[in-house]
Nanobody, 117 residues
Framework: QVQLVESGGGLVQAGGSLRLSCAASGTISRLVIMGWYRQAPGKQRELVATITSGGITNYADSVEGRFTISKDNNKSTVYLQMNSLRPDDPAVYYC???????????WGQGTQITVSS
């Protein structure tokens, strides 16, 4: 089993920055993909960014150039640095971990991001 604990959400002014953290614990193999999804009220959950064990990153077009995903393998932690936050960024942000072997998909409890104009 894998547990994901997120932190760093909150309220920020438009144009500001926040950094999310997600610490993973449990049965984590070396081959994993970690990332962030978000879900705004009335909308489907959408990909924000992912990072592989090898450091390959992938971003949604809407956050490319503004958000940066990174990881600390020693701490099994993934980060999401969010800059230039916009009024369309508010959502509940969920950390996710996909373990390749044995296969498993895990989600954090979510953390709320609110952007004030």
């Amino acid at each position: 089993q894998v547990q994901l604990v997120e932190s760093g959400g909150g309220l920020v002014q438009a144009g500001g920055s926040l950094r999310l953290s997600c610490a993973a614990s449990g049965t984590i193999s070396r081959l994993v993909i970690m990332g962030w999804y978000r879900q705004a009220p009335g909308k489907q959950r959408e990909l924000v960014a992912t990072i592989t064990s090898g450091g390959i990153t992938n971003y949604a077009d809407s956050v490319e150039g503004r958000f940066t995903i990174s990881k600390d393998n020693n701490k099994s932690t993934v980060y999401l640095q969010m800059n230039s936050l916009r009024p369309d960024d508010p959502a509940v942000y969920y950390c996710t971990l996909v373990r390749i072997l044995p296969r498993g998909d895990y989600w954090g409890q979510g953390t709320q991001i609110t952007v004030s104009s």
